[in-house]
């Protein structure tokens, strides 16, 4: 399965609306087939285990190593530009749009299985 990191606004704006925001995109993730890694999740673990914003960070990119791309949801957001970032500098492909991500991802696999 094609594991997608989810980079998205947290503490820029809402943040409830913001997580519902993001826990919907795994959802739609999950829908089209995909495995997402959802890092605002972590606000629940963040409530009753208080961590700094460094260390979740931290946390966050060692996930985003291992996912086969990132999809950037739109908002002003420090981390999910530093995300998308790390990801452009690991040579992990970026999209900013789910349907875009999908049409890429099915070009990639009929590309793969006409060779």
Same mark, same amino acid.
């Given at each position: ?24 995109? =795994?959802? =739609?993730?999950?829908?089209?087939? &995909? ?6 999740m972590s606000h629940f673990e963040d409530m009753r285990h208080?961590? #700094? ?8 990119? +060692? ?12 908002? +002003? #957001?420090?981390? =999910? ?5 790390? =990801? ?6 970026? &999209? ?17 299985? #006409?060779?």
């Amino acid at each position: 399965m094609i594991k997608v990191y989810i980079a998205s606004p947290y503490s820029m704006g809402d943040n409830t609306e913001n997580i519902n925001r993001h826990i919907d995109m =795994a959802s =739609a993730l999950r829908d089209h087939g &995909f495995t997402p890694y959802a890092p605002l999740m972590s606000h629940f673990e963040d409530m009753r285990h208080p961590r #700094s914003w460094g260390d979740w960070i931290e946390h966050d990119l +060692e996930w985003l190593k291992v996912c086969d791309c990132v999809l950037r949801l739109d908002g +002003e #957001s420090k981390g =999910a530009d530093m995300e998308v970032e790390y =990801a452009v500098k690991l040579g992990i492909p970026v &999209f900013f749009n789910l349907e875009v991500l999908i049409a890429e991802i099915k070009n990639i696999i009929l590309d793969n299985l #006409s060779i």
